[in-house]
């Protein structure tokens, strides 16, 4: 019960519909009950007493209770559906509202279909159990208690002959719940994981065809579907094997209410009416019994689903304003990392003593391997991650004291894996900004070499992209995920690998761009490229989250480190490598020994990274 009362702020503001359901619905059970009353009256009164004057009247009646019992089982469905969908709303719209809060811990971890089914199965259930479910439990029960109470003060000793059999009724369609749920919910896991695989194959349909898979994934769908068809045909077994119990136990009780109820209507103990008001309420008895399982599985299930619920709306959330958070008005745009240590959780350290001085408007490069911690840098500079060990600062504060939402509202990234919503091109780029005018979408598609290739689409700004952007290119999505960032005007710009997917001629022209806009902006760029960094005021050499050398470009191709050795490889045929070349070889022949750290790191080519070339 305790999740019903952590939900309580949910459908409490409800009360009225939640009160008015069930009082509809047990009006409407009460209702139910005067059948019986009735035809024992009719054959006791009016048939056997010949008072057929009395029928157009009853027949009145019975209109009027049919009519009423019809009216509030309306209102019930009424009341029921409005408070079931309202909660529903209320607890999506907090769901939601959390899910943007929580942070990039969370998601670290968090599976997308758990948390999708969280958002549509789990607040389905509850929707049904509060709007309905909840009131079909009283309802048994009151249907139960009065149903017996009446058949009780007809004949005990009819009622309880009667009785006999509902124990076992009970029994059964309680251990049938028992077999037939976790059946059902194997049937359900079994079409998730077919419709996974459905989903993987028609998402990943390139990577199949390219490695002429199409046989391996029809075995592996033909293997699922199998296993599919196996657990529907086991659960309808479960049905084939209780329900015939169920049904003969039931009518079992009717023979025997007809029996012993025919025998003492004939020794006159009860009256023909009685019985034929006892046959009627049998029902209103049977019929719980029969649902018994299902209500008690619907209630734990629900338990559960709000359980689940909770559980993300409880959500610890580790980057939040503190109390004294305060709202940044002027910003310049001067970044520190001053010894930072940091390490995500149970792992060890991805960034050791790291600090960084980036004035305003300076140009940061960060280069290393993969796994290095470049990303781990623009993580704790965007603050998805607290920093434990260290600060890092923005005009000299620590960014922990800043309300994030002012805070990053200053940082524009462009991430190494492009992401635009299934909107039009248009919103995709004004996304950042509230107040955008089309002549600001186009100076920033034009600074991002995306303009062109826009216009020649015959939607123009128009244009429909996916989810994932299908229909562009790689680099025709980088560009627009730039333009994005540009639209911002930001303070702080993060390219982090941004410029893979483009060509080293659009890269350049990309970059002059970036002069342009952001002259007194603090830049981030991580990349792979030499050529995307030269012109950084710091290059920054990261290996296994250590600093291992650091400087301007041409001071870092005179030392004999991870830096030159990626440049001779990515220049290789370059006259200037010659020279590099020729100076490493002085160097080694004079017997300088070369960064024995340096040494361990791997030299970053163009393609250090070529599964996520594929991807995009
Ligand atoms: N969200 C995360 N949770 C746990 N560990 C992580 C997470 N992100 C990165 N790491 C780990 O931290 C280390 C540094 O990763 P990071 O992504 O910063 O490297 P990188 O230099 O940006 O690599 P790449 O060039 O491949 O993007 C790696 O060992 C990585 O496995």
């Given at each position: ?419 635009l919503f299934s909107s039009t091109?248009?919103?995709n ?35 429909l992209v996916g989810e994932r952007g299908l ?146």
């Amino acid at each position: 019960m305790d999740v019903f009362r952590q939900l309580k702020p949910y459908f409490w503001p409800e009360k009225k519909l939640f009160f008015g359901a069930i009082a509809c619905l047990a009006i409407a059970t009460a209702l139910g009950l005067v059948y019986p009353n009735l035809l024992r009256y009719l054959i006791d009164e009016v048939i056997t007493k010949k008072q057929f004057d009395l029928v157009p009247r009853l027949a009145l009646f019975v209109v009027v209770v049919v009519s009423m019992k019809g009216m509030f089982q309306f209102l019930h469905g009424l009341c029921g559906g409005r408070l079931g969908n309202r909660v529903a709303y209320h607890l999506r719209n907090a769901l939601y509202n959390k899910l943007q809060y929580l942070s990039f811990q969370y998601y670290d971890q968090a599976r997308t279909g758990d948390l999708m089914s969280r958002l549509t199965a789990d607040l389905e259930a509850i929707r049904q159990f509060i709007g309905f479910g909840f009131a079909q439990i009283l309802n048994v029960l009151l249907m139960l208690v009065f149903g017996m109470a009446m058949m009780f003060s007809i004949s005990w000793k009819l009622a309880l002959l009667t009785m006999i059999t509902m124990p076992f009724l009970a029994f059964t369609a309680v251990r049938f719940e028992g077999k037939i749920h976790p059946a059902f919910r194997m049937v359900r896991q079994s079409l998730s994981t077919m419709t996974t695989a459905v989903q993987e194959n028609i998402t990943g349909v390139r990577t199949v065809k390219s490695f002429a898979r199409e046989p391996h994934e029809i075995t592996k769908f033909a293997e699922r579907n199998e296993d599919y068809k196996s657990m529907n045909i086991g659960s309808s077994g479960i049905w084939a094997k209780y329900f015939p119990i169920m049904e003969i136990l039931a009518n079992l009780s009717v023979v025997i209410l007809l029996g012993a109820g025919g025998y003492m209507v004939i020794d006159g103990s009860i009256s023909l009416g009685d019985l034929v008001a006892c046959f009627s309420l049998i029902w209103y008895i049977i019929g719980p019994m029969w649902g018994l399982g299902f209500h008690i599985n619907n209630f734990t299930q629900t338990k559960a689903s709000g359980e689940k619920i909770l559980e993300v709306l409880h959500h610890y959330m580790h980057v939040k304003d503190s109390d004294t958070a305060a709202a940044l008005t002027k910003v310049d745009g001067h970044v520190r990392f001053d010894h930072v240590t940091f390490a995500y959780p149970e792992k060890q350290p991805a960034l050791y003593d790291f600090s960084l001085d980036a004035p305003p408007g300076s140009v940061i490069g960060l280069l290393g391997s993969t796994g290095s911690g470049k990303t781990t840098v623009i993580s704790l500079l965007m603050r998805a991650y607290n920093v434990k060990e260290g600060k890092v600062m923005l005009d000299g504060k620590d960014i922990r004291s800043l309300q994030i939402e002012s805070y990053r509202s200053q940082i524009s990234t462009v991430f190494q894996e492009t992401f635009l919503f299934s909107s039009t091109i248009r919103n995709n780029i004004a996304y950042g900004r509230k107040d955008v005018t089309m002549d600001d979408i186009i100076r920033a598609a034009k600074l991002a070499k995306a303009h062109d290739f826009i216009s020649e689409l015959p939607e123009g700004y128009d244009t429909l992209v996916g989810e994932r952007g299908l229909g562009l290119s790689g680099g025709q999505k980088q560009r627009i995920a730039i333009a994005r960032a540009l639209i911002k005007d930001p303070k702080i710009l993060v390219l982090d690998d941004a410029t893979s997917a483009v060509d080293m001629e659009t890269e350049h022209e990309i970059q002059a761009g970036f002069g342009e806009v952001m002259a007194g902006r603090t830049t981030f760029i991580i990349a792979h490229r030499i050529s995307s960094l030269k012109h950084a005021d710091e290059i920054i050499v990261l290996d296994k989250g250590r600093v291992i050398q650091r400087g301007k470009h041409q001071e870092l191709l005179q030392q004999d480190g991870l830096y030159r050795q990626t440049y001779d490889i990515q220049y290789a045929d370059g006259p200037q490598n010659q020279t590099a070349q020729n100076q490493a070889a002085v160097t080694r022949e004079e017997g300088t020994s070369a960064d024995s750290e340096v040494s361990e790191g791997n030299p970053i080519t163009h393609s250090s990274k070529p599964e996520r070339r594929l991807a995009n």
